[in-house]
């Protein structure tokens, strides 16, 4: 029998039943579409997670910070070292790190708060320093503007996101406009230390503000997934300007409390490197000078690890409604069997071998699975678009940036397609099977 | 001149178990029929009239002796052979037509070539030039529904015909059928014994048309043969 045939039967057959090839179709669409929308909802994490890194460089980066601190990832105590010298993090070791080979840039992790005032609207925020090379590269996505000029500049990057706190819409219309950072200094003579009561009585705190002018060179998209990038603001400075403001470094209450009093010390300092390789000669550096460091890229594997649990738990959930439509094939075709069995007779009977009634069955069941995948892969398509419409209008109103949550790479759609096609070809074992059992006698035994 | 016969069986029997019930439909069938012949079958009903042509022609497979056709061995074919041997040696027609009810009777006819993967055009060609031959080439776009009991019969005789078997096996091939019409079938029949050497195996309840159509007749009863008396 030759495949055009075979294809023919099946179509023909199938399209005598529409209802039930309709119904039985649709069980196997919604069993794909739940499949791929899992999957997909599993590659969008990934995507966004480990791609945009790569995309960012961020395997490049390494975070170097003293020893003893609490690892600001992990949650978890760095393991310290107590045996080895307490060495601090300052600029000398600053400049150590600069000098390793394959590193290009190295800045401390400075973040201090201030109170932002522009368009006669003020908002406290987070400023952050940051060198002018950094701030250059694709880590910082601009939405209107420039990166600043230079490390002497003043001029900063504000996040879109603060703008639109203070209900600003329009990025473009505020670059090069004046911006004023208003920023607290200890002021020790104010701080009278005979009567502490005073301080409390007053409301006079020992600080003094100061405040600071600068354009707006650029606006930048606040990332959506903040966690190991060295971004953390949402006001951007040059590390040069940012050396002439005075600040109190605190920047949270724990600093003050694990500070080890040196006011040079670094709480942070990101290592940017020019490839993976460099982060091993960067990791070693800190570990001779007792420092703790941590690399994304040593998180990669587990990342990864953590991804195959995901997908395969996402994947398990997405199979109950294929296996539910794999047993929707079944009995279709058992049922056509049952219906069929004279004329599955009558063919065997003229001359039909076992292997072309086997191949009919087979073919009806790879058409199902077949229209079952195009069709299932296009209902994941619309769900998933239109949940990430609503998850993205959802999350606009607080600021956070679209996001594709679901990502179809090409060896989803194609392989949701085959996978459908297999599995309904698998359920269609069985019942083929049983059509080429059919015992023609029997079933050409006149009622 | 010597030839040795067609089909040949050789101690035939079929067993029948359902359960601890045991059926002996046929027992020790020595059957000889030469080529071009036209046999009648007769016998009344449980005599085993049906299990005989469902084994000749590879329906069925006998519990005890041989079946030999044109020197094959046909009670020892596999599953493929005897598929193969159904579908270029044997035709069959039965009682009920079984012909394919969704089906025109072009495609009926052109159903046997299907699965010897003949392409569709040539398949429905070689299916019109035989529904000519069985006098149907107007209704050859009619469906089962649409056509009378003679006309269905008829269908089952050119879609037996159309791989052009060394035999034909018929069931009671008029039991659905009026007198008139049954004569029609049977003249068919008749002919292409005639003209093309087809070896007729006919069973029928009527003892009339056995002896009007068939050279020569065999009694079954309850699974044996009784008698053998030829028709002058
Ligand atoms: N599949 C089967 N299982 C059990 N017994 C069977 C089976 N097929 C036939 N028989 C039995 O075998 C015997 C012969 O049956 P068969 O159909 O050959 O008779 P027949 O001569 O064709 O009768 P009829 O003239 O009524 O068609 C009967 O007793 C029947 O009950
Ligand atoms: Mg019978």
Known sequence: ?447 | MFSSPLIETNDLGKVYSTGRIQVKALDGINLSVPKGAFLGIAGPSGSGKSTLMNLLGGLDTPTSGSIQVAGRMVSSLNHKELALYRRFQVGMIFQSFNIIPAYTAKENVALPLLFSGVPKRERLRRAEAVLSLVGLEERKDHRPSELSGGEQQRVAVARALINSPDILLADEPTGNLDSRTSQGILNLLQEMNRTQNLTVLLISHEGYLLKKYADDIIYLHDGRVRESEAVE
């Not at chain 1, 932002?116 to 880590?139: D, N, W």
Request: with cysteine.
């Open chain 1, 1 to 447: 029998m030759r495949v055009v045939d075979s294809l023919e039967q099946a179509l023909s057959n199938l399209w005598k039943k529409k209802l039930r090839t309709f119904l039985t179709t649709f069980g196997v669409v919604i069993g794909i579409g739940a499949l791929v929308s899992m999957i997909s909802f599993g590659q969008g994490v990934q995507y966004n997670v480990t791609d945009r890194f790569q995309k960012l460089d961020l395997f490049n980066y390494i975070t170097v910070f003293p020893a003893g601190k609490q690892s600001p990832f992990s949650g978890e105590r760095a393991g310290s070292s107590a045996e080895s010298p307490r060495s601090v993090l300052d600029d000398d070791s600053l400049k150590e790190i600069t000098a390793l080979e394959g590193v290009e840039s190295a800045f401390p992790e400075v973040r201090f708060p201030a109170r932002i005032q522009f368009r006669e609207k003020t908002r406290f925020s987070l400023v952050q320093v940051m060198p002018a090379a950094v701030a250059a590269t694709e880590l910082v996505k601009l939405r209107a503007g420039a990166s600043f000029a230079d490390d002497y500049s003043l001029s900063l990057i504000i996040s879109d996101s603060l703008l639109t706190e203070m209900g600003i819409t329009d990025p473009d219309s505020v670059i090069g406009e004046e911006i004023t950072l208003l920023t607290l200094m200890l002021d020790l003579s104010r701080l009278n230390l005979s009567d502490m009561s005073s301080l409390f009585q007053n409301g006079k705190l020992p600080f003094s503000e100061q405040s600071h002018r600068f354009t707006i060179a650029g606006v930048a998209e606040r990332m959506g997934f903040g966690g190991p990038t060295p971004l953390r603001s949402d006001v951007y400075i040059p590390s040069g300007t940012a050396a002439d403001i005075p600040t109190i470094s605190l920047t949270s209450i724990w600093d003050f409390f694990r500070s080890s009093g040196s006011a040079d010390e670094y709480s942070m300092v990101n290592v940017k490197v020019d490839s993976p390789r460099a982060v091993d000669r960067v990791k070693a550096f800190a570990e001779e000078k007792g420092f703790q460091s941590f690399a994304l890229i040593d998180q990669l594997e587990e990342i990864r690890t953590g991804f195959v649990f995901m997908d395969m738990f996402l994947a398990a959930v997405g199979m109950i409604a294929l296996v539910v439509a794999s047993l929707g094939i079944v009995n279709t075709m058992v049922m056509a069997i049952l219906e069929r069995t004279r004329e599955i007779g009558i063919m065997k009977a003229v001359g039909a071998g076992d292997g072309d009634i086997r191949k009919i069955f087979l073919f009806e069941a790879g058409l199902i699975g077949l229209a079952g995948g195009v069709f299932g892969l296009c209902l994941g398509w619309i769900v998933t678009t239109a949940i990430n419409w609503i998850i993205n209008g959802i999350l606009a109103r607080q600021g956070i940036p679209f996001v594709d949550y679901f990502y179809f790479p090409r060896w989803l759609n194609m392989g949701s397609i085959v996978f459908s096609i297999l599995v309904s070809l698998i359920a269609g074992l069985y019942p083929m099977q049983r059509a080429a059992r059919v015992d023609p006698v029997v079933a050409l035994r006149h009622d």
